[in-house]
């Protein structure tokens, strides 16, 4: 069983539409992000959060809000989703020092039509 | 701020070509370091780190990076490439500062033709 999973895999929406992203761990790590990935500007911070109770915005957290439901749920809601938001969504886990691998799940292609 | 810049794009490389990427970070504090690979289709996987210790660090299937503090960079070699190394290529740099969030480079895509 993957570590690391997202859902749903692929999703295809219409502008305006309110729109949740879930990510789910079975690693047992405390932080979590949220990276959204476009073709030539590399991977994207959008949110971490070091635990349930500690939440903190990225590079690019405009039009984006994120729940941590409990340590192993992370979930990103697009409010009102536009079409500059399509893009590959992607989740990673890691332990609490600098060194440690973040682990990727496997992303979410977005569309907003 | 950080900023992570990966030189090439787009590299074509034949099959046991030497691979160098170069990757170079701004950010004047203790850095970690990391070059991670996208193979098409699948998520992105780790392929080597620096944090400390010896500056030529070696990761899967047979790359290495050496950190060069002075200049600031930490490319990624091969020796010989094969083709399943198709893939696209991210440097990444974390600090204290950032929650240790990852700041990427905007990737390099290597082909490998047989």
């Known amino acids: 069983d993957a570590d690391v999973t997202q859902t749903p895999r692929n999703r295809i929406t219409k502008t305006g539409k309110r729109i949740m992203l879930e990510c789910s761990q079975t690693?047992?790590?405390?932080?979590m992000y949220w990276y959204r990935q476009d073709p030539g500007l590399g991977l994207r911070l959008i949110y971490y959060?070091?635990?349930?109770?500690d939440i903190n915005k990225g590079e690019i957290s405009d039009g984006y809000s994120v729940s941590r439901q409990a340590q192993a749920k992370f979930s990103l809601s697009l409010e009102s989703a536009i079409p500059n938001q399509t893009a590959l969504y992607f989740c990673?886990?890691?332990w609490g020092a600098g060194s440690d691998t973040q682990y990727f799940g496997p992303g979410t292609r977005l569309t907003v039509l | 701020a950080q900023s992570v810049s990966q030189h090439n794009h787009h590299v074509i490389l034949s099959e046991a070509a030497s691979l160098e990427l170069g990757c170079n970070y701004s950010?004047?504090?203790?850095?970690?370091l990391f070059w991670y690979v996208q193979y098409p289709g699948q998520h992105l996987q780790l392929l080597l780190k620096y944090f400390s210790g010896d500056p030529l660090v070696k990761g899967i299937k047979g790359f290495e990076a050496e950190f060069i503090k002075s200049k600031f960079s930490f490319n990624l070699r091969k020796p010989s490439v094969q083709w399943s190394d198709t893939a696209e290529y991210f440097c990444?740099?974390?600090?204290?500062?950032?929650?240790?969030?990852?700041?990427f480079g905007k990737g390099t895509s290597l082909l490998v033709t047989p």
């Open positions: 990673a886990t890691s």
């Open positions: 690693k047992g790590h405390d932080r």
């Open positions: 950010y004047g504090g203790t850095v970690n």
């Open positions: 990444a740099v974390n600090s204290v500062g950032s929650g240790y969030a990852l700041n």
């Open positions: 959060s070091f635990d349930v109770k």
